[in-house]
């Protein structure tokens, strides 16, 4: 089967570094996304990884691993607005845009 | 641009009735989805189109049949509703290949 694999929760405090992992097992692999989303609201798109390496936005950063299977998310200056849900999302086919998601995590950050 | 929108942001039915959830993007977006999120759970995917006049499904597509009305509208029906179908119901389109954008969602109770 297919699945995609993160802790279900993470506490860091402000100011804090924090990173949420992912492992996939999928029948393809074409690209890693991470959104956020909070409490109530909709998912939004934090970023991508097609190739191997960190990509860097702001204070957030995702990093792939292909011959690992493995991605994570690293938020870096904490602050209580990054209290969310947190997915990964593989892109499984080349054809179409189609993702499989994970189960989330939920990140709490403490005063 | 309005983004993603959805209509209706709440919705309650009784077991064996029928509805149907409107989805419209005004970003002239090819790709767009139909996902459900259950409680503490990862987005799981019910159908998708790849473009106007195709629609494929998902990894949870009984009991949902979708429409592509056009490149804008991509509208979700539940023919026979039942309490397994009480979930949380997100529409996507993508602009690039990785980044979905995402309306604000449907709570959806069948009691």
């Known amino acids: 089967g297919q699945s995609l694999e993160q802790p279900s929760e993470v506490t860091a405090v402000e100011g804090a570094i924090v990173q949420i992992n992912c492992t996939y097992q999928t029948s393809g692999f074409y690209g890693l996304s991470w959104y956020q989303q909070h409490d109530g609201g909709a998912p939004t798109f934090l970023s991508y990884n097609a190739l191997d390496g960190l990509e860097e936005t702001g204070r957030f950063s995702s990093f792939l691993s292909r011959s690992d299977s493995y991605g994570y998310l690293l938020l870096q200056e904490l602050q209580m607005k990054d209290s969310a849900s947190y997915f990964c999302a593989v892109r499984d086919s080349p054809g179409t845009y189609k993702y499989i998601f994970g189960t989330g995590t939920r990140l709490k950050v403490l005063a | 641009n309005a983004g993603v929108t959805q209509t209706p942001k709440f919705q309650v039915l009784k077991t064996g009735q029928s509805m149907t959830l409107q989805c419209a993007q005004d970003?002239?977006?090819?790709?767009m989805y139909w996902y459900r999120q259950d409680p503490g759970m990862g987005l799981r995917l019910i159908y998708y189109?790849?473009?106007?006049?195709?629609?494929d499904k998902g990894e949870v597509p009984n009991g949902y049949n979708v429409s592509r009305l056009n490149k804008r509208e991509f509208s979700l029906r539940l023919e026979s509703a039942a309490p397994s179908q009480t979930s949380v119901y997100f529409c996507a389109s993508i602009r690039s290949n990785y980044e979905q954008y995402f309306g604000p969602g449907t709570r959806l109770t069948v009691t």
């Open positions: 189109s790849a473009s106007e006049g195709t629609t």
């Open positions: 970003m002239n977006h090819n790709s």
